[in-house]
């Protein structure tokens, strides 16, 4: 039995990358308009995740939010995925490496345990490699030992997700990808995922899919009552993903979770899906 209670998978996350001098804020003003998923990494090199922890404790202590109302998401992010400030010892074997990065994402968290932890991106772009199967493992022994509850991949392609099955592993509870309209907004690995009772969520909803953004179909559907990224972002959650958003903006913010009231008949979801995929 895990001995804190399972905070409950939210409806939307916030994302703190690229933030650098201006995490600790965004996280706390994220938490103030209503965000309860966060999502970091222990990855330096594009994400503070000890900036991250400032702005929980600053939460925390303006009463905005306790631990418990949060479902905290972060990464083990192999070594080529790094630059110099690393969370492991280089020499450490990759177990040693997940543990590591671990106890140092809990420090900066300030917490004792995380909701998610995530495996940043596999070491093949290809397979499921026996490097994958040793990290996915050490990520077990955390989950196990209660320091997440559940784990997740993410950057994995459906072949990577059908090498672990193939292989027995077991199968994450999260998928976290970059969502391309033009790939059917990633049809492939969202199938796979709901038929295996995976929560996929998806980023670069709107960086990466300028081209539908930009449709008059969107524009559309976009009446007064809803901008264009909340059209897609409502669109996203009608087909089953866990949106994130990165945004720095307090308006913005303010829009994404609203998005959530915003009508979307299944016509027009359809049309949405069909546009570029
Ligand atoms: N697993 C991975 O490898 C990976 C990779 C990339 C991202 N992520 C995660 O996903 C999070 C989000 O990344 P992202 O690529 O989706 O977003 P993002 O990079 O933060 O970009 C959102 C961009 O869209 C703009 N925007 C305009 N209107 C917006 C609106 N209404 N709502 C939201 N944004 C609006 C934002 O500008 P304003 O700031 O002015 O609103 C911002 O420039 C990251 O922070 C990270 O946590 C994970």
């Known amino acids: 039995m895990p001995p804190h209670p399972p905070s409950p998978i939210p409806d939307f996350i916030y994302g703190t990358a690229w933030k650098e001098d201006r995490t600790p804020a965004l996280t706390e003003l994220a938490l103030r308009m209503g965000f309860r998923g966060i999502d970091t990494a222990n990855q330096r090199r594009h994400y503070f995740e000890a ?5 929980l404790a600053a939460a925390y202590n303006a009463g905005i939010v306790t631990r418990d109302d949060l479902f905290l998401q972060t990464k083990f992010t192999y070594q080529p995925g790094q630059d110099h400030r690393l969370p492991y010892d280089p020499e450490a074997s990759l177990s040693i490496q997940v543990a590591q990065s671990m106890a140092s994402s809990l420090e900066h968290l300030g917490t004792g345990h995380v909701d998610s932890y995530v495996l940043h991106g596999p070491s093949s772009n290809h397979d499921w490699t026996d490097a994958d199967a040793e990290v996915w493992e050490a990520m077990r022994k955390e989950r196990d030992a209660g320091r997440t509850r559940l784990l997740g991949v993410s950057n994995v392609s459906l072949r990577h997700l059908q090498h672990m099955a ?38 670069s909803l709107l960086t990466a899919n300028q081209e539908v953004l930009h449709h008059p179909l969107i524009a559309s559907l976009a009446s007064a009552n809803a901008t264009l990224a909340q059209v897609v972002f409502r669109f996203a959650r009608s087909i089953g993903i866990l949106p994130l958003t990165g945004t720095t903006n307090a308006e913005h913010m303010k829009q994404d979770l609203a998005s959530r009231h915003v009508k979307l008949p299944p016509e027009a979801v359809q049309a949405i899906e069909a546009l570029a995929g």
């Not at 900036?51 to 702005?55: C, R």
């Not at 969202?190 to 295996?196: E, G, N, P």
């Open 51 to 55: 900036g991250v922890g400032q702005g």
């Open 166 to 203: 193939a292989a027995r592993a077991e199968l994450p509870a999260f998928v976290q990808n970059r969502c391309y309209a033009r790939l059917g907004w990633d049809r492939g690995a969202r199938s796979f995922c709901h038929d295996h009772k995976i929560v996929y969520q998806g980023f």
